[in-house]
């Protein structure tokens, strides 16, 4: 009986150790040094990461969230120019946006000139999107999300790869269709950038042809311009394309001769711009010497 008991009270001893030893080296909570990042940081990079997010990257995200499809490389398209003495300047088109955006000024590379004109498209098609923007975003404007812009831009001035510049013309010159001229005179007329709101196209069908009716609100004084265009047969896309460049080209021939007239004033005023780029550049080379 006492053999018994001594051999159990081994088996306890070592059944002790076991217990001890696995519970001193297994990991708890507490002791492991290196711990996950929380909920909190990683909730604070993400925002960092959406506050520093480019225009480009808004515009097609708004797009895609709006039309529930995925834009492709010839959905939204950006076209820049180094316009000599001036910088870098950029349109963009849409087929689905209500006007094409083009810069107002000159910028010192090609991607934050993107990135204004995109600026641009974002706040006239979906402003809601805009608005939730961050302010520190909107207070940065175009080089709030062109990240090293102007890094680029002295690595192409020291390796000399900057493109060719080109002189600036008629802003209603380069455009093919009427609702490309008619909204580059509108905004020579308005001496702004135009939005969503200032051009709406309506398209209806009316006796199988596509007939389009525009409204322009573009105008100080408040007094809308009520336009409608000459059908076109069938009511395909292509249809409903034409039919709005139908209504454009009705609304041009009525506003063309206004848009001749303050073509001097809005040339002054890229002129002045175009001095004032020069100078500014003039003072961050004296400053950089």
């Known amino acids: 009986m006492a053999a018994m008991m001594g051999m159990m009270g081994m088996m306890g001893g070592e059944g002790g150790k076991g217990g001890g030893k696995g519970g001193g080296k297994g990991k708890g909570t507490g002791g492991d040094k290196k711990q996950a990042k929380g909920p909190a940081q990683n909730d604070k990079k993400t925002k960092a990461v959406l506050e520093d997010l480019p225009w480009k990257s808004r515009l097609q995200q708004a797009f895609t969230t709006e039309h529930k499809i995925n834009p492709g490389k010839d959905t939204i398209v950006y076209k820049a120019a180094l316009v000599e ?73 020291k390796n000399g790869t900057l493109e060719a510049p080109v002189k600036r013309k008629d802003p209603s010159e380069g455009h093919s269709d009427a609702k490309g001229r008619l909204s580059a005179g ?47 047969p069938g009511s395909s896309k292509e249809s409903k394309k034409q039919a709005e460049q139908n209504v454009a080209a009705a609304a041009l021939k009525v506003y063309q001769n206004r848009i001749n007239e303050r073509m001097p004033e809005h040339v002054a005023r890229q002129e002045q711009k175009k001095a004032e780029f020069i100078a500014k550049n003039a003072l961050n080379k004296d400053a950089m010497a």
């Open 85 to 157: 003495g001036s910088g870098f300047t950029c349109t963009l088109s849409c087929d689905k946006f209500s006007t094409e955006y083009e810069t107002e000024e000159g910028h010192d590379c090609k991607k934050v000139a993107e990135e204004a004109v995109a600026m641009a498209a974002l706040k006239g098609e979906f402003p809601k999107v805009y608005h939730a923007v961050p302010a520190a975003m909107k207070k940065k404007g175009a080089t709030g999300g062109a990240g090293a812009a102007s890094a680029s831009r002295k690595a192409a001035e």
């Open 186 to 232: 509108l905004q020579v007329l308005a001496a702004r950038s135009l939005t969503k709101a200032d051009l709406e196209y309506t398209v209806e069908e009316v006796n199988g042809s596509s007939v389009a009716t525009l409204t322009l609100n573009c105008f100080e004084d408040g007094a809308a311009s009520f336009f409608k265009g000459k059908p076109s």
